[in-house]
């Protein structure tokens, strides 16, 4: 995602007459790593986030990080309009119903003064959430065990099919800029160094790969938790962590049909007292789970056909579900508060293993728990039809998979120019090119990649002009630009990451 919006904004927003030349290299295939691994939440909780992110930062950068993420759902929405038409279907980048559901009675609390501070100090965004008590809660989420949740409007709230959505990206603009563009998968760097100062030189930097070497004079790490391995200093402050997602159907809720079915199956009686019976089980088992558009709605009076998408906090953890518009399927993640093993899930950089037995039977059996048993119903047999029915096992639970993260010490990434006391390189040409980094992002990269994309392209753009990055300020945080006083702090700031890193799994586990 992050690689894909450098290259998109560089080529579709430079000036027609310095169309920069691009190799975007990936190890293995494209859009291999988490962002085709995750859920697909554009929605962040920016009540709790702004607050957050004060502790690290100011008020105003907080402010600012706050509105840079709620506008990814425009920005990503955006970028997928300038898609083919089928591209973009594919793509499945929408507007969602969208809830944090709490689970407790003071972290839903916590929420709502947070909320409220957000509201004051932030209303732009801040009044695009709203709050609902227990019995609100309850009926629209369909989550009987609801204290209370949070809702956001579409504005702050989308989902996306993260590989189909960079894959297509990809495909759009290498047939857009076959001579400014090259796309090498399965092609490992292993290695950057600095180029000859021989005055004959024309190049900052050659990029050693196992197919070749590169010459260049700008080279970006869009690696998140693997930018350590080029730049050795930043894994003093972002590491990896392993989360845990799986694909399920929802339950089958109790339909007419199976409501005929028990109607014949019972001995008689008088017919008054029949219907009764008949009527008194069917009011005690609906609502059944609904498809997408058909939710209780929250606001306008209207259930969006995106489908829904929750965060649920509990023992203070975070899971999160979002329910795919194509079929109902639910892509959740999480495991808040297992027991993993000696290892942990943190510094982990293999995502072929799959999570820990007891992550896993969490992942299978939390859903009916959460949605109620009356709520779900029956399991589904309807399978929608897939292609790969000889690999995927035709039950509720399709699969389940890992991703690795990039996790930072202050829970922000890092996007922006690297000196040499970064990258401990002397470059050749200062003004002809540098290093640049954009990763780190927490398990919330999409609503941070996009936009950091952009906005690193146009601090590249700005240093090829020679021209300022005032206007880009304006609207980008500074507080995500890699400077030696955020590694400085690095030891002072993990109470932040433990209680804010690594949502969608282990929230509050993370450690450097």
């Not at 290259?7 to 920069?20: C, D, F, Q, R, Y």
């Not at 995106?306 to 203070?316: E, K, N, T």
């Not at 897939?386 to 690999?391: C, G, I, Y």
């Not at 690795?404 to 890092?414: C, H, K, Q, S, W």
């Amino acid at each position: 995602m992050s690689g894909t919006s450098i290259a998109w904004h560089l080529l579709m927003e430079s000036n027609a007459t310095k169309v920069p030349r691009i190799a975007i290299l990936e190890a293995r295939q494209a859009c291999s790593g988490a962002t085709g691994r995750n859920g697909g939440h554009i929605r962040p909780s920016s009540y709790e986030e702004y607050v957050d992110a004060k502790q690290v930062t100011t008020q105003d950068q907080a402010a600012k990080i706050t509105k840079f993420r709620a506008n990814h759902v425009d920005a990503l929405l955006g970028a997928a309009g300038r898609l083919p038409a089928q591209e973009r279907r594919a793509a499945s980048v929408r507007p969602v119903d969208s809830l944090d559901v709490y689970f407790e009675e003071e972290p839903f609390a916590e929420a709502v003064r947070q909320w409220e501070t957000l509201r004051k100090e932030v209303p732009e965004v801040g009044n695009e959430w709203g709050v609902l008590q227990r019995d609100e809660a309850v009926r629209i989420s369909m989550m009987p065990d609801a204290v209370g949740a949070l809702t956001g409007t579409a504005k702050v709230a989308g989902a996306i099919w993260g590989y189909r959505f960079v894959t297509n990206s990809l495909k759009m603009l290498l047939d857009a800029y076959p001579e400014s563009l090259s796309l090498d998968t399965h092609t490992t760097a292993t290695a950057v160094t600095a180029a000859s100062s021989d005055k004959n030189s024309t190049h900052n930097f050659a990029v050693t790969t196992d197919r070749g070497t590169i010459l260049a004079n700008h080279v970006v790490y869009a690696t998140n938790s693997w930018s350590p391995h080029f730049v050795p200093i930043l894994g003093n402050a972002l590491a990896g962590g392993l989360l845990s997602m799986s694909a399920q159907l929802g339950g089958a809720g109790v339909s007419v049909s199976s409501l005929s079915r028990f109607q014949a199956g019972f001995c008689p009686i008088s017919p008054k007292t029949y219907t009764l019976v008949i009527l008194a089980f069917y009011a005690d088992s609906l609502p059944q789970l609904p498809k997408p558009g058909q939710w209780p709605a929250y606001h306008n009076n209207v259930s969006l056909p995106g489908g829904r998408a929750w965060s649920l906090f509990l023992r203070g953890g975070l899971d999160y579900i979002v329910q795919n518009p194509e079929n109902g399927e639910y892509m959740f993640g999480g495991g808040a508060g297992i027991p993993e093993p000696p290892e942990g899930s943190r510094n982990q950089y293999d995502d072929s293993v799959l999570p820990a037995p007891a992550t896993a039977s969490y992942l299978n059996g939390a859903l009916p728990a959460y949605f109620g048993y009356r709520n779900w119903g029956p399991e589904r047999t309807d399978f929608p039809a897939d292609l790969h029915q000889d690999v995927i096992y035709p039950g509720r639970t399709k699969r389940v998979w890992t991703g690795v993260e990039g996790f930072t010490t202050d829970a922000l990434p890092f996007v922006g120019p690297l000196s040499k006391e970064f990258t401990n390189r002397a470059v050749r040409s200062p003004a002809a090119g540098g290093e640049w980094v954009s990763a780190g992002f927490n398990g919330e990269g999409m609503d941070y990649a996009w936009l950091s994309g952009k906005g690193l392209s146009e601090m590249i753009r700005n240093h090829m002009a020679n021209a300022t990055n005032e206007a880009l300020y304006e609207w980008f945080p500074t507080a995500f630009l890699p400077t030696q006083e955020r590694l400085r702090k690095q030891n002072s700031t993990t109470s932040v990451v433990r209680r804010s890193a690594g949502r969608g799994s282990r929230r509050g586990q993370f450690e450097l």
